[in-house]
């Protein structure tokens, strides 16, 4: 045994160092620990905690074998890992070792020395430990989360399996909660990597639509110039919860930096609230659809992402900051990057990282449930859905769509546990982990409502108000002091373009070429059944080669030009995920038939994502192209003259096409003073505004037309039929949102509707009607927050109550216990503690018929209780009704999924009340999950020779003895039996 420790540790010590040097310091965990063994004669080891609590790690005849058919459906393949949490005594190790690829590889997290030990000295690992197929990791977060960075490959490519050892819940938390941590970052690791494959082609493709919007943006560097360090920073999310606290978010307007999601901006501004900064990120249509009709409204600067839905940056005027990485197409040549504030799973990540680039501090936030209640999201969000739990799925459910996925449990705000799904799951985990980077700032849930966010204390959002957000400072001054150009050449950027777009169209020829390469492989290949004659081989030897090469080769320059690389992951992903084709096999055809299946996959997928990557790039790179060619001519066009009013008269309508409205109209305003460009700018002014539905600025281009302008009256019916059309779909919208109770859409609508086209009785009956909707909604959440806050105190209040009543029963004062306990119980018939507690203090006063009353109260409401019919049945046995006994402590194995203790404590309580021969069926049903208890057995013995078979009690205390060699109570026992048998 000493050999194979010697061997593992010397191993342990050259190959894990740093988990070799923590073990050595690692101090002993009080308990004492007991080598068993098994009926099979395999080692178990028990575990005898101070105060008494015994754990039998496996607890099974045969443990590898127990272990073998656990894994039995599972596979480690090549390229694979293994994280076992928990080593126990090596089964599972061991049984992965022998059952793996040669390429996979086992870690093992074990934060117990002693256990470890024992394993080290049981089994020889070190030539596994030598080779890198089994490594021991320091049982740490940091060290776990360094790991998992380094393994990016192997978990994104899902060939990684998690295994907790299902003692180590039970004796060591921390593992488990080292385990759980290791879930959720997989879980953030994955959903990230899986959106950017399925994806990655319209991610690309939005970078590129958007340069020319964004290449005019303003940089979030001059964010951070301090103005806004250790001011308060309120981050609006959209959970159900902001229903609470929207309305409150006016108080902190120019007392805070309000940071709002995309999606939550229509919701403020029908409540009057103006957020400071919206962040935007999301790549898809839905992301446009839930801010579509508050864009217009928006005067406030806008963060967004370079690859973000393209239609949110061009119909929005206000002030745009664009997020940079190394990565992004506009990021300066040579430029410096220090924060990457779009480089974040969610938009509420965005807007966490924001905050700290500015310095904020305390960072507050709200709407940021990360779990489900009634709802998904605040009403008035688009998208949302009910939520209902059914068992161990979540059911969410729109009008457009229903889904069910897997429920997950985690604290909730106000303390139990509260239900969400994998994708909030790895949303709370991101946040926790920023707010575990950024210790020393202070962060604030003010949610109420939805999951605990780790690292946050919890406060009301009123009480934030009064106590953090009490100075005004002037937050809209200090945003527009901020702007700072992106300083982006355009030129480099066409030039760019012209590269990829030229490296776009060699994929597309080699791609024909390979196509007809496959084609003549297949016209090769012989019917079913047939077999390829000596010809036949030749030429599909041949030509599997040539395809083979051409495959391989147009594969790598994939990687030659930025915009396909990204465009082309999906299709990498899914050829990664293939077989490997090979040239190389019994028979040519099989070869040919795999690379032609290779080689169409890798065409069909470019030709599904090259033409509509050349559609962008043709559409993008004519307009950089223009307004790098204007802006140069008009820096060097002496001014004053009608060449410069031509070149601003080009350079407003450039701009316009860019998306960039305010600037356009500045510049064709200048090129209207010219006499020579007067009618042009002032035709494409009547345009812009006619476009935005600016009717009265139209109109007023109209009139400053030339007299006999031959388009005036043409432009004069465009304008009347365009209000006219805008004025009918406003209307029609508004009645639709308030049919359907979305008073938000009818709020803004009808404010659309006055502004452009003044008040009207119909117009101003529907705003009247939703802001009496909204209203409703403040008084609806003011109510709720005032019941969960007299909840709360009751809450506590029964708290006080129930510590009394305990400390009252560790007195025993039994009596004045079961008042306290009684008057819970009345006031809340369904509270199983105080319920419980009756029964404990009707039984230390001996009141059997008093305890039987409260334990049937108590069944009335959780029937399917197993652990309630043990109790009925002991206390039943009290009165003498042991038949009626018998049949809950049935009932309660039962209903008792986990019922292994629950036998051995019926088992217990039969016997101390004489039932010897009903007791032995639950110590038998006991030991049938536990066979190595032999403390078990041992009790089992006992009721044998009380019903004097003394032959089955021997059996008992010999099986004991096998599996605990020289224990006291089953030697003294047969002891006891050897006189009998002799005589």
């Known amino acids: 045994m000493n050999g194979h420790l010697d061997a593992n540790l010397a191993a342990l010590r050259k190959h894990c160092p740093a988990f070799f040097a923590w073990w050595k310091d690692c101090p002993s965990q009080p308990g004492a620990y007991n080598l068993l063994s098994s009926l099979s004669g395999l080692p178990d080891l028990e575990i005898e905690q101070p105060g008494g609590r015994r754990i039998i790690l496996y607890n099974r005849e045969n443990p590898f074998e127990t272990v073998r058919e656990e894994l039995a459906d599972q596979s480690f393949p090549n390229g694979g890992l293994s994280f076992l949490f928990g080593l126990g005594l090596g089964y599972k190790a061991l049984h992965i070792l022998d059952a793996m690829d040669p390429s996979h590889a086992v870690y093992v997290v074990e934060r117990n020395p002693d256990i470890l030990r024992w394993a080290l000295s049981l089994h020889d690992y070190s030539a596994e430990i030598r080779s890198g197929k089994l490594s021991f990791v320091v049982p740490e ?116 930096l309000i940071i709002s999601v995309g999606q939550t901006l229509r919701v403020l501004l029908a409540y009057d609230v103006r957020p400071d900064i919206v962040c935007s990120i999301d790549f898809g249509e839905p992301n446009y659809l839930s801010m579509s009709d508050a864009i217009d409204k928006a005067n406030m600067p806008l963060l967004m992402h370079p690859q973000v839905y393209p239609r949110i940056p061009f119909e929005y005027q206000a002030d745009l900051f664009v997020t940079l990485d190394q990565s992004n197409l506009l990021t300066p040549t040579g430029g410096n990057v220090s924060s990457p504030l779009g480089n974040a799973m969610t938009v509420a990540q965005t807007a966490l990282n924001l905050a700290l680039a500015v310095g904020a501090d305390p960072i507050v936030f709200t709407g940021q449930d990360l779990a489900y209640g009634e709802s998904s999201h605040i009403e008035g969000a688009t998208y949302g859905k009910q939520v209902t739990v059914q068992g161990s799925r979540i059911i969410m459910k729109n009008e457009q769509v229903t889904k069910n996925q897997e429920v997950y449990w985690v604290p909730g705000y106000f303390g139990g546990r509260v239900p969400t799904n994998s994708g909030l799951l790895a949303f709370l985990e991101d946040i926790e982990e920023t707010i575990r980077r950024n210790s020393g700032r202070r962060f604030i849930n003010a949610t109420e409502g939805g999951a605990h966010i780790a690292g946050t204390e919890r406060m009301a959002l009123r009480d934030v108000l009064k106590t953090h957000c009490d100075q005004e400072f002037p937050v809209a001054d200090y945003l527009a002091a901020a702007r700072r150009p992106l300083g982006t050449d355009p030129r480099r950027l066409c030039r760019m373009l012209e590269t990829s777009r030229k490296h776009v169209d060699r994929l597309l020829q080699r791609v024909e070429k390979l196509e007809r390469t496959t084609g003549k492989m297949k016209s090769l290949l012989p019917e079913d059944g047939e077999k390829c004659s000596p010809q036949q081989r030749h030429q599909l030897g041949s030509l599997n080669g040539q395809a ?36 190389e096999s019994g028979e040519i055809s099989a070869s040919a038939e795999r690379t032609i299946r290779y080689c169409e996959e890798l065409c069909a997928g470019l030709k599904d994502v090259c033409p509509s990557l050349l559609e962008k790039i043709d559409r993008v790179h004519p307009l950089l192209d223009e307004y790098a060619t204007v802006s140069a001519d008009l820096k060097s066009s002496p001014p004053g003259r009608g060449a410069e009013a031509e070149l601003r008269l080009r350079l407003g309508n450039c701009l316009q096409k860019m998306g960039h409205l305010g600037m356009a109209a500045e510049e064709l305003e200048r090129a209207a003073r010219s006499e020579t460009s007067r009618a042009a700018a002032l035709e494409a002014l009547f345009s812009l505004h ?236 006991h030991l049938k999950e536990n066979p190595n208890d032999y403390r078990a057995l041992v009790l089992w013995g006992d009721g044998f020779l009380r019903l004097g078979i003394g032959a089955a009690a021997k059996l008992s205390y010999e099986t004991a003895l096998r599996i605990r060699p020289g224990y006291g109570p089953a030697v003294e026992r047969l002891k006891r039996l050897q006189p009998t048998a002799s005589s």
């Open 548 to 583: 083979l090469k051409s495959f391989s080769s147009l594969l790598e320059s994939l990687e030659e030009d930025r915009l396909s690389r990204l465009a082309t992951v999906r299709i990498k992903h899914f050829l990664i995920r293939m077989e490997e084709p090979s040239s």
């Open 141 to 256: 977060e940091e060290e776990l989360r360094r790991l998992i960075e380094e393994q990016n490959s192997a978990i994104l490519n899902g060939r990684i399996r998690l295994f907790l050892e299902k003692y180590v819940r039970l004796l060591d938390a921390r593992t488990a909660r080292l385990h759980d941590i290791c879930h959720s970052q997989f879980n953030v690791l994955l959903m990230n990597f899986n959106t950017v494959v399925k994806i990655g082609s319209t991610v690309i493709q939005n970078e590129v639509e958007n340069l020319p919007k964004a290449l005019l943006g303003w940089s979030p560097e001059g964010l951070m110039g301090g103005d806004f360090r250790n001011r308060p920073a309120i981050i609006v999310a959209t959970g159900p919860s902001l229903q609470k606290n929207i309305s409150l978010l006016r108080e902190a307007q120019g007392k805070a």
């Open 690 to 925: 006619l476009n935005r539905n600016r009717f009265e600025l139209a109109g007023e281009c109209l009139e400053r037309l030339p007299d006999g302008h031959p388009k005036r009256d043409a432009f004069r019916d465009l304008l009347m039929k365009k209000q006219d059309r805008e004025r009918g779909r406003l209307l029609e919208r508004a009645r639709l949102c308030l049919d359907r109770g979305d008073f938000v859409g009818c709020l803004l609508a009808c404010r659309t509707l006055t502004a452009l086209h003044g008040d009207s009785p119909d117009i101003q009956r529907m705003l009247d009607q939703s802001l009496a909707m909204r209203e409703e909604r403040i008084l609806e959440a003011q109510r709720q927050t005032q019941t969960e806050r007299k909840r709360g105190a009751l809450r506590d209040e029964r708290d006080r109550h129930l510590q009394i009543a305990r400390l009252r029963i560790k007195e025993k004062d039994y009596a004045a216990a079961l008042a306290l306990f009684r008057e819970l119980s009345e006031s809340d018939p369904r509270d199983e503690e105080a319920g419980l507690g009756c029964v404990q203090a009707y039984e230390k006063l001996q009141n059997w018929e008093g305890a039987e009353a409260e334990i049937r109260r108590l069944m009335q409401y959780q029937p399917e209780r197993g652990m309630l019919f043990r109790e009925l049945g002991n206390i039943l046995l009290h009165l003498g009704k042991s038949e009626e006994a018998l049949k809950n402590f049935r009932k309660a194995v039962e209903l008792d999924t986990g019922g292994n203790d629950l036998c051995l404590q019926i088992a217990a309580i039969l016997s101390r009340a004489g039932k010897t021969a009903d007791a032995l069926p639950f110590y038998e049903r």
